[in-house]
């Protein structure tokens, strides 16, 4: 096995979590990584096999997982930038319908 392309610290605290381990092995999964001015970090991912896309985000929790398959959720609040990355990961992973 090859050494980890990215490796990438955490910048929340630890009543935040664990942050996910992410294993792109084989090309199972679409991966994106987002990080804004003040640290706050987002993981996208999508099993290319199930469809299924999730997000993790350090602010709200890393072990809490939402499900983006469809798009993000209405109880998800994202700044313009997050938002927009957000799409482009679901563009990019193969997503077909545009918002």
């Known amino acids: ?4 392309l990215l490796k990438i610290p955490n910048h929340h605290a630890a009543s935040c979590g664990d942050p ?4 792109g092995a084989e090309g199972r999964c679409y991966i994106g ?15 290319r ?10 602010d709200i929790g890393w072990n809490a997982a939402i ?3 469809e798009g993000p959720s209405s109880h998800l609040i994202l700044n313009v930038p997050e938002s927009s990355w957000l799409n482009a990961c679901l563009i990019a992973s193969g997503r077909t319908k545009r918002d």
Not at 1 to 4: H, I, K, T
Not at 49 to 58: D, N, Q, R, S, V
Request: glycine fraction near 12%; charged fraction near 20%; aromatic fraction near 12%.
């Open 1 to 4: 096995m090859s050494e980890p």
């Open 20 to 23: 996910p381990i992410v294993n």
């Open 33 to 47: 990584y987002f990080e804004n001015e003040h640290g706050e970090q987002w993981i996208f991912t999508r099993d």
């Open 49 to 58: 096999k199930t469809g299924t896309a999730t997000l993790h985000g350090g």
């Open 67 to 69: 499900d983006v398959t």
